[in-house]
């Protein structure tokens, strides 16, 4: 079952800052989070494990709460090169040994000058 | 650069064509992935191989025939596609393990007349 993502889309201003949530209805192992620029390949950006742990990639932040199973993105200080969709894939734990995430639909991310 | 080539990056076919798509990863990783990108719908997981031994078919019509010959190629063999079929198919490899960070090709954008 896919995650479901919001919001669908955020448009902002350089310098602004936005938050992209990610919500599983099952119980989760990991969450994966990455960029799409248009045109492009998606590009891993991070995966974030059960523990609650946070992890950091230049402004680009995420945190997972498990009990929850929830994670969010937060970019910060947003720059023109944020720009691009999000996706979230999660990995449950009662998924019989595979680790390969389900996808959401993605956030579309616009940073104008 | 992913590390992660795809051709052709553009497809254009008729319903009654027989084509290929074609992956190559150089990154010595195990593991390979065929998605399927449709417009605003989430990252459909198609194939995956592990060691060359395909691991997950996720209800993909017989249409679509997955070949890995070795773990750096990948093969996708099209014949007597349908419309509903045109869309930017993406590969992917990885180091099989727990955390699984996924690296995408370009992608082949396929259309199907």
């Known amino acids: 079952q896919q995650p479901v993502q919001s919001p669908q889309a955020v448009i902002l201003r350089e310098g602004e800052d936005a938050v992209i949530n990610c919500s599983s209805s099952k119980a989760l192992y990991s969450v994966h989070w990455y960029r799409q620029k248009h045109g492009e390949a998606p590009v891993f950006l991070m995966i974030?494990?059960?523990?609650?742990e946070q992890k950091g990639h230049e402004k680009i932040s995420a945190s997972f709460n498990e009990k929850k199973q929830q994670s969010s993105l937060y970019l910060t200080a947003s720059q023109l090169s944020y720009s691009g969709t999000y996706f979230c894939g999660t990995v449950g734990t009662a998924t019989g040994g595979s680790y390969i995430p389900t996808f959401g639909r993605g956030t579309s991310l616009i940073v104008h000058p | 650069e992913t590390g992660v080539t795809q051709t052709p990056r553009h497809l254009v076919m008729g319903m009654t064509n027989k084509k290929s798509l074609k992956c190559e990863q150089h990154l010595g990783h195990n593991a390979m992935y065929w998605y399927k990108q449709s417009a605003k719908k989430p990252l459909e997981l198609m194939f995956v191989?592990?060691?060359?031994?395909?691991?997950e078919n996720n209800s993909v019509p017989s249409r679509f025939s997955p070949e890995c010959p070795n773990s750096s190629h990948l093969f996708l063999h099209l014949h007597t596609l349908q419309p509903e079929d045109s869309a930017l198919y993406l590969c992917?490899?990885?180091?099989?393990?727990?955390?699984?960070?996924?690296?995408f090709g370009p992608g082949t954008r396929l259309t199907v007349l």
């Open positions: 974030l494990l059960k523990g609650g």
């Open positions: 191989y592990n060691f060359k031994e395909q691991t």
């Open positions: 992917a490899s990885s180091q099989e393990g727990n955390y699984n960070e996924q690296f």
